[in-house]
Nanobody, 126 residues
Framework: QVQLVESGGGSVQAGDSLTVSCVAS????????MAWFRQSPGKGRSFVAA????????YYGDSVKGRFTISADNAKSTVYLQMNDLKPEDTATYFC???????????????????WGRGTQVTVSS
């Protein structure tokens, strides 16, 4: 089994930066492609970014391109999401996901992921 634990969320002002982290434990080698999704109250989970741990391919959701950066430290079994120029609409619970063996458009679909963390809250005020 794999456990994913997010950290680093918080409350910031618009225009600020914040980095959230996700540490995988257990059979971390089974995480394959890892991703960040986010969810606001009353809405479904939306894709933020994904990284393929094997070849490092990276994918971003349209709303965060140019502002967010996903990276991975395989030695530490950790995935990071650096968020710059945060906007109030970025306010959400950010979830880490892993276990997807597929690449391409599949990485943007939450139901394809096997493992999930409990989330970390990011609040951006104007």
């Amino acid at each position: 089994q794999v456990q994913l634990v997010e950290s680093g969320g918080g409350s910031v002002q618009a225009g600020d930066s914040l980095t959230v982290s996700c540490v995988a434990s257990g059979r971390a080698s089974s995480t394959y492609t890892m991703a960040w999704f986010r969810q606001s109250p009353g809405k479904g989970r939306s894709f933020v970014a994904a990284i393929a741990r094997g070849d490092g391919r990276i994918y971003y959701g349209d709303s965060v391109k140019g502002r967010f950066t996903i990276s991975a430290d395989n030695a530490k079994s950790t995935v990071y999401l650096q968020m710059n120029d945060l906007k109030p609409e970025d306010t959400a619970t950010y979830f880490c996901a892993g276990g997807l063996k597929e690449l391409g458009e599949a990485v943007k679909t939450s139901r394809f992921y096997t493992y999930w963390g409990r989330g970390t809250q990011v609040t951006v005020s104007s």
